[in-house]
């Protein structure tokens, strides 16, 4: 594994002389977030990057900043200092169209609370990227592929007898494995997976973990997730704590 | 293609939200119904108008008329001829319509038109009007028609008429014969003083109207609209309508009114012959048709001319077209031919422009009225898509984080309004016609329900309730609902669509 990753002060200087180019980096980001008429400052300058393939998770307490620093990452906010970059190439301060696209087409979320529509199906909701990258007629002409693939990345997570039912039919475990499906159908590069076991028992958020790891195996699916668990932690191939908005300890696994 | 499929969804799991909409149905129903009737009523009083009227009128400045109406008839069939099918000369006064009622004269202000009937039918259907062509209901009992639509219009009594006129006249005679008994014997009692009672109801009644043979008809002779001859009443207790008739085809009454020249009461006793009624309450309580020659004879209005021959005069000269787009060209033709010093050439509209513009106004304040109550109905929606778009903060943020754009988020809010605006609207025109078609029924129900009279026929001289369905207005009041759904939902949506997906998502 990696070792220097962050020591340089010049993180652009640095990678030019010594990384291959990163999958995806945060670079001295700073967040702050506005409650009221006090700005509370969330990220102090934080540096991450991520190679390809990798498993990254981060861990700190709550309000160490770790979700925020995986939205950021993902394009779901933007840094007030910093720019994020996808293989090299700034990606925070794009137009909001593209941001739109690569949050579509590159990354794929997993949330503590799975985040499914309620008013959809499990298939349906494992559509919805599809639904939302292709026109109405682009999509109407391919919908069985769409279908099919839809299908079979429910069949992976294991859930291929609840093709119709309601999130609310789910158990905890199932809308996870069913998030999954959701963020994978899209065939993203990066998967952010926001405490993708915090609301699971230790069983069920084992399986999940598990699945995510041969995903990251096979499939060779950079992934990030982030997490207070440590001994969920321990199965990425590297560990980031967070604390207090700025990067604590870093840690490789196995 | 999840915009579709969420708007879907969520027309079919936010029963509030079309809770909010049972508004725009029910103002788009209530705007459909109040314009059909009111374009029924309006469509109705129209012809009814037109049919009194004609489609063009040229009338004489001068009540005194002017003279040779066959001679300008002529004219005008030369100047327009191909565009009409009829004309009729008319003389038209004010007069004053008295009929005897418990031994005294009631009198009526009626306006009294001088008419020929067989050129009168030709400009307008009078026939559909008058009573004796068709069947009437009588206490409740159809009572068939006494004429065929084949006959042609005339002075004359039907035979039942004429029957009741003759058994009348006796009756007087009778009375008289007998009265004259009394008094000579009186006479023979007192001397000469007499009861001035006596006196005068055998001057001024029997007497004028027992001077020709019995049963003889009057020189001048009368078509009397209902409202005049009958009147309705409502019995206090039984609360059943019941139609007296004050004057019946066959009595006799006194018409006065005012020579030509220098105006002078004229007075004579004329006949009616029928009565009729055209559904609108204005002609129907004020107009009394006669004879032409009686009053042409009455009010002066023949000049003896020195070869022996007679002219006599008119004061309108009514015209029907073959087709009443052809209007403005036969007046602008008519305008330039007949001195506008002499004459005035007006359509029917023309004549009743007034009339017909309050309807006008009437029906668009109406209108505005109405869709203010679609416009609340609209607010409702803006507030319940308010509170879905809260409802829904979570979803909108999964929707962002999975790539969908704001625009995209929008629409999905802006569809949904689209699509409820539709659906209550369409359930609002479903509603609105289905009522507009059952409407009698309904008003039948309705008067059975409440024990109250919906629409009497007493008020409105209509038996049913006219409705015209414009599908025009129909496509515009659909439309502008689903316009103030889509209206409403654009700030919502606009909200929806700025939230920004980390807002959305944040559960700490």
Known sequence: MSTTIMTSDNPLLRESIAMPVPHVAALAVQKAYRKGEHSVPVLHGVD????????????????????????????LDTPDVGEVQLEGQRIDDLPVRTRDELRNRVFGFVFQFYHLLPELSLMENVLTPLMIRHSIWNYWTRRREFQDRAKAMIDRVGLGHRLTHKPSELSGGEMQRAAIARALVAQ??????????????????????????????????????????????????????????????????? | ???????????????????????????????????????????????????????????????????????????????????????????????????????????????LVAIVPESKAEVGPLIDYLQSYHSQIENGREVPAERSR??????????????????????????????????????????????????????????????????????GRLYVGVGLATYLSVDPETKESKTYNMIRP????????????????????????????????????????????????VRGMIRHNEDGTETRAFTSLQIKLKDYKDAPKVIEILRANFSAENFNVNTWEQRQGPLLAAVDVESSILNILLFLIITVAGFGILAIFFMIVVEKTRDIGILKALGASSSGVMSIFLTYGLLLGMVGAGAGVGVGLLFVYYINQIE??????????????????????????????????????????????????????HLRPVQALRYE
């Open chain 1, 188 to 254: 993203p590069e990066i998967l952010l997976a926001d405490e993708p076991t915090g609301n699971l028992d230790a069983k069920t958020g084992r399986e999940i973990i598990d699945l995510m790891a041969r995903l990251n195996e096979r499939e060779q699916l950079t992934i990030i997730m982030v997490t207070h668990d440590k001994s969920i932690a321990a199965e990425a191939h590297r560990t980031v704590r967070l604390c207090e908005g700025r990067i604590e300890t870093l840690t490789d696994a196995a």
């Open chain 1, 48 to 75: 991450i990057s991520v190679r390809k393939a990798e498993f990254l998770s981060i861990i700190g307490q709550s309000g160490s900043g770790k979700s925020t620093l995986m939205h950021l990452i993902g394009l």
């Open chain 2, 250 to 297: 066959g009595d006799d009454v006194r018409i006065t009114t005012y020579s030509a020249g220098t105006p002078a009461p004229k007075y004579f006793v004329a006949t009616v012959v029928d009565t009729f009624k055209t559904g609108m309450s204005e002609y129907d309580s004020n107009l009394v048709y006669c004879n032409l020659e009686q009053l042409q004879e």
């Open chain 2, 444 to 497: 039948k129900f309705i008067t059975f329900a409440t024990g109250r009279e919906v629409f009497p026929e007493k008020i409105y001289y209509f038996k049913d309730i006219p409705t015209h369905v414009d599908p025009f207005t129909v496509c515009w009041v659909a439309f502008g609902a689903v316009m103030i759904a889509v209206l409403a939902s654009v700030l919502p949506a606009r909200r929806a669509a």
């Open chain 2, 150 to 219: 084949t006959e042609p219009l005339g002075w004359e009594l039907t035979p039942a008429a004429m029957a009741r006129r003759q058994e009348k006249a006796e009756y007087y005679r009778q009375t008289e014969k007998l009265r004259h008994q009394m008094r000579a014997q009186r006479e023979k009692e007192e001397g000469n003083s007499s009861d001035p009672f006596a006196e005068t109801s055998g001057e001024d009644g029997a007497a004028a109207e027992s001077d020709e043979a019995p049963g003889q008809l009057q020189k």
């Open chain 2, 1 to 111: 293609m999840y915009k579709m499929l969420l708007c879907q969804r969520y027309l079919r799991t936010r029963y509030i939200a079309l809770a909010s909409i049972i508004s725009v149905t029910l103002g788009v129903a209530t705007m459909i119904v109040v314009n059909s009737v009111m374009a029924g009523f309006g469509s109705e009083m129209r012809a009814r108008i037109q049919g009194i009227l004609s489609d063009i009128i040229v009338e004489t400045r001068s009540m005194n008329g002017e003279f040779d109406p066959e001679g300008h008839m002529q004219r005008i069939r030369e100047l327009v001829g191909k565009y009409i099918s009829g004309v009729t000369a008319t003389v038209e006064v004010h007069a004053i319509l008295s009929y005897k009622s418990l031994g005294d004269y009631v009198p009526h202000p009626v306006n």
